[in-house]
């Protein structure tokens, strides 16, 4: 006859008390049992208590640990414990979790209070910030190295890099941007048709688009497609010491890795934020034509007149300076990234996010610039 | 009589159309340590992963712990894999948690011990597997290798399974922490009545620690039994691989 359960009946008899356990008292079963022991109440005449392994018929070391853990405390409050067990193997295993114990560790980590933790994730920011600054200082020497000597150039990597992050997002940088020409021009048609202003659409939307609209949404997306993907890769790269690897055989991951990624999102920008313009248009065109009746001849024909041709140019001309920062903070990251995985995780998600941000600044700082130049 | 903890029969397994096991039969006996030995990509791990329910093969019968594995409801499979222990080849720690946390995680899971006793029972294999207390708060990241294999038996060892399998233990140690990790699993064998399947290739574990062995060759057993017994068989395999055992005695 088996018993499935691990079983404690206490009983008390004059002075002594009597833990009677029987069953398997094994890690999966013990959670009653403990809860049993610790709600356990001995009378003021209790001085002696007795363990009573005899029914026990499989005791593993976890079971051994909670009872021996027991006596210890029992004894500790000055009461007399005895512990009965026949089997051998038992009193094998209780030497051995004796031997091997440590009562009362606690592997919690110390806490930390709210200023150290703030002064912790300061000194945080601003290593990451100078390791940052170096990381950029030491692009720029490589790229100086590289570029004074044209035959070192990579054409090969660069191609590559050119055809899987920015070929390879002309589909879905030329859809986000009709979409978001078709939103402004419908949210804008309901305004000017209030007034009459039907024909303002075309400046408006031209101006827009042409000068931030399309390049900020270019960035946002190749941010999130070819950012993300940089970190990942080299962080990847960091953990296997494919990255040290390279550098024992004379390979400069500057070169291999670094600069050809940088290279080719900066020449491959200007022409994703051409794709964006026309497509954003486009969309602007369709709705003012569905919403306003203006036809694409007459709409284009407006354009020509009223929207600039250096609108045109000052979104193209961010572009490779938003390509510099989106592609040099997701290698920055995976650089960034530590013998675990977790960090390829945490330094993914900060590479969109400090990309992105970076381009908002850096498009702010432009905007201010070309005010004052009057462009 | 010693009973079987695993028995394979006829086991084959096919990726795609490669065969990587044409009928491979062989038992385990409870309280053993059995190898499983073989050139490389012979298919010794991954003969190891459809013991452990991580692979399936395509025919034959495989049952561990009197399980048919090929053949289990999701509850009893549950039931089988925390009666068993594994410890990788390359250690698979969760590097986000400390070794103690590591090694407590299943018993946070599976059990609703008290943290005392919880915490209790972590130092208690922490110190059975060679590691000192203060090592617990360390991330697997802070770790000597020597120091990771301990903590990921530690971890192995946690729900007090029956069965330990161990894929290449004492890979990318040094001789010496090699051997004091071979000293240890047979400690630890004696100590807590485990029953332990290894892939291995190193000559010294294969000659200190196995009780019993099978040698895959060719998708096949070649030979099975203990030491003596293997190496009277006449096989390519065994011929090298044992040659440079006997060189190395001399």
Redesign the interface.
């Known amino acids: 006859m088996s018993v499935s359960h691990a079983n404690l009946q206490i009983e008390t008899r004059a002075d002594q008390q009597y833990f009677i356990f029987s069953g398997l008292l094994?890690?999966?079963h013990?959670?009653k049992i403990?809860t049993q022991l610790?709600f356990n109440k001995s009378s003021e005449k209790t001085q002696k208590m007795t363990f009573d392994l005899e029914a026990v018929e499989r005791l593993?070391?976890?079971g051994a640990?909670?009872i021996l853990?027991r006596i210890r405390k029992m004894e500790g409050r000055g009461y007399e414990c005895t512990l009965n067990f026949s089997n051998q193997?038992f009193g094998r295993l209780l030497e051995?979790?004796k031997a091997?114990?440590?009562?009362?560790?606690?592997?919690t980590?110390d806490k930390i209070s709210l200023l150290a933790a703030l002064g912790k994730t300061v000194i945080q920011s601003l290593k990451t910030a100078m390791s940052f600054l170096a990381f950029f200082g030491q692009m720029s020497i490589a790229m100086f190295h590289y570029l004074s000597s044209p035959r070192s150039i990579r054409w090969k990597e660069i191609m590559f890099e050119m055809n899987e992050s920015a070929i390879k997002a002309l589909g879905i940088v030329a859809l986000t941007m009709f979409l978001v020409g078709i939103v402004i021009a419908y949210q804008s048609s309901v305004q000017l048709k209030l007034y009459g202003a039907n024909i303002f659409i075309v400046d408006m939307l031209g101006i827009s688009i042409l000068r931030e609209l399309a390049p900020m949404l270019t960035a946002i997306v190749v941010a999130g497609r070819s950012g993300s993907a940089y970190a990942a890769q080299i962080g990847v790269m960091k953990i296997t010491e494919e990255l040290d690897a390279m550098r024992t055989m004379g390979f400069d991951p500057y070169a291999f890795l670094v600069l050809p990624r940088i290279l080719a999102l900066m020449i491959m920008m200007p022409i994703l934020i051409f794709v964006a313009d026309i497509t954003g248009v486009i969309g602007g065109m369709l709705i003012s034509n569905i919403e306003l009746g203006l036809s694409p001849a007459l709409f284009l024909d407006r354009f020509a007149e009223v929207v600039d041709i250096r609108h045109f140019w000052v979104g193209l001309v961010k572009g490779p300076f938003f390509a510099l920062l989106i592609a040099s903070i997701g290698i920055f990251h995976g650089l960034m990234v530590?013998?675990?995985?977790?960090s390829i995780g945490v330094n993914t998600t900060k590479s969109v996010v400090e990309a992105i941000f970076a381009v908002i600044i850096c498009d702010a700082v432009f905007s201010i610039i070309f005010t004052n130049l009057g462009i | 009589m010693m009973i079987p903890v695993i028995v394979a029969e006829n086991i084959v397994t096919r990726f795609g159309n490669k065969v990587v096991h044409n009928g491979i039969s062989l038992h385990i006996k409870e309280g053993e340590v059995y190898g499983l030995l073989g050139p490389s990509g012979c298919g010794k791990s991954t003969l190891m992963r459809e013991m452990i329910m991580l692979e399936t093969y395509s025919e034959g019968s495989m049952t561990v712990l009197g399980k048919d594995v090929s053949n289990i409801s999701p509850s009893s499979a549950q039931e089988l894999r925390k009666q068993c222990g594994v410890l990788f080849q390359s250690n698979a720690l969760f590097t986000s948690l400390t070794v103690a946390e590591n090694i407590a995680v299943a018993l946070q899971e599976y059990t609703s011990l008290s943290q005392k006793l919880i915490q209790e029972i972590v130092a208690f294999k922490i110190d059975i597997v060679g590691l000192n207390q203060e090592d617990g708060r360390l991330y697997p990241s802070q770790l000597s290798g020597g120091m990771k294999k301990k903590a990921a038996l530690a971890r192995a060892l946690v729900m007090d399974p029956q069965l330990l399998f161990l894929d290449e233990p004492t890979s990318g140690l040094d001789p010496i922490s090699a051997r004091e990790f071979d000293n240890l699993i047979c400690k630890l064998k004696e100590m807590l009545q485990l029953t332990i399947v290894m892939v291995s290739h190193d000559l010294n574990s294969i000659t200190t620690t196995l009780d019993r062995m099978a040698v895959i060759d060719h998708k096949k057993i070649v030979a099975e039994g203990t030491l003596e017994e293997v190496m009277a068989i006449d096989s390519p395999f065994i011929k090298t691989f044992f040659t440079t055992y006997s060189k190395y005695l001399r």
């Open positions: 094994t890690l999966s013990l959670s403990e610790h593993d070391s976890a640990m909670m853990s193997e051995m979790v091997h114990s440590h009562k009362e560790k606690s592997f980590a530590k013998n675990d995985t977790q």
